[in-house]
């Protein structure tokens, strides 16, 4: 059973940084695909960053591309959200997720919830203005 920890949110002010941590366990992180998302209040969540398993190629929205960095290290069963240049935009419950699949997706694909098998249970991340 794959379980997936996030670490690392916190009140940050603007222009800050934080980084988030997504522990995963089993033995088979390298081959699971993952991803970032996030969820205001009163909003429904959204897509913030994923790596392919297959490449490690990133994806990223619009609206984080180029202050966000998703890396991932196999040897620690870790996936992380490096996050600069925060906004009071940004607040949210960030989650992490892990497609455990073995199909080959298209990078694009990795912005849909449905694509996720497991989800950690958030944390969150306050940008005050």
């Known amino acids: 059973q794959v379980q997936l920890v996030e670490s690392g949110g916190g009140l940050v002010q603007t222009g800050g940084s934080l980084r988030l941590s997504c522990a995963a366990s089993?033995?088979?992180?390298?081959?699971?695909?993952m991803g970032w998302f996030r969820q205001a209040p009163g909003k429904e969540r959204e897509f913030v960053a994923a790596i392919r398993r297959i490449d490690g190629s990133t994806y990223y929205s619009d609206s984080v591309k180029g202050r966000f960095t998703i890396s991932r290290d196999n040897a620690k069963n870790t996936v992380y959200l490096q996050m600069n240049s925060l906004k009071p935009e940004d607040t949210a419950v960030y989650y992490c997720?892990?497609?455990?699949?073995?199909?080959?997706?298209?990078?694009?694909?990795?912005?849909?919830?449905?694509?996720?098998?497991?989800w950690g249970q958030g944390t969150q991340v306050t940008v005050s203005s």
């Open positions: 089993g033995r088979t992180f390298s081959s699971y695909s």
């Open positions: 997720a892990a497609d455990l699949g073995l199909q080959l997706r298209s990078l694009d694909h990795y912005s849909n919830l449905g694509v996720y098998d497991r």
